[in-house]
């Protein structure tokens, strides 16, 4: 390939990574471990999980978010990305605080505010079926959730 084509190519995969994303580190745990810089560490642990997540790999993603956060507690990317991972296996509540706080942390991140409304997405979806569970207990409430949930569909 010449130049200019590996040259589009380069800035085409910069723009394709998720905010804060970096290519991925290969290093094992233990490696890792053995490495000087904390910041480095986070990185490839934030790297891996986005590979895992790229791949529909959740649980193996979910702990390396976690593992990354802990390390850097503040840091709207991995919180997003943990509560993206979070929402994908079913922990909503906890995807929900976790959105919020990397919100919190750069209000204007378009990435957390979408999947922040797909989580309420699924949250009022886990509700209907709830409702749905309740038999003639729940019909009337179940009505008027369905009817609010149209009614904001046709907002948009």
């Known amino acids: 390939m010449n130049r200019i084509v590996l040259s589009l190519m380069l800035v085409a995969t910069c723009f394709l990574l998720p ?3 970096s290519y991925a580190n290969e290093s094992s745990p233990d490696e890792m471990e053995k490495n000087d810089n904390p910041k480095d560490a986070v990185v490839s642990l934030y790297d891996q999980g ?20 802990r390390q850097d507690p503040n840091n709207p990317d991995i919180l997003n990305m ?9 922990l909503i509540d906890e995807a929900l605080a976790n959105y919020k706080k990397a919100i919190e942390l750069r209000p204007r991140f378009p990435e957390a505010h979408e999947y922040l409304g797909e989580a309420y997405i ?19 409430e179940l009505e008027d959730l369905s009817g609010d949930i149209k009614e904001a569909a046709q907002k948009l």
């Open 122 to 140: 699924q949250a009022a979806m886990r509700e209907v079926e709830t409702l749905k569970d309740y038999g003639n207990d729940g019909r009337e």
């Open 50 to 69: 986005i590979d895992a997540s790229q791949k529909n790999d959740f649980q193996k993603a979910l702990p390396l978010f976690e593992e990354a956060l």
């Open 19 to 21: 905010q804060g994303a």
């Open 82 to 90: 943990l509560a993206h991972t979070q929402r994908k296996i079913g």
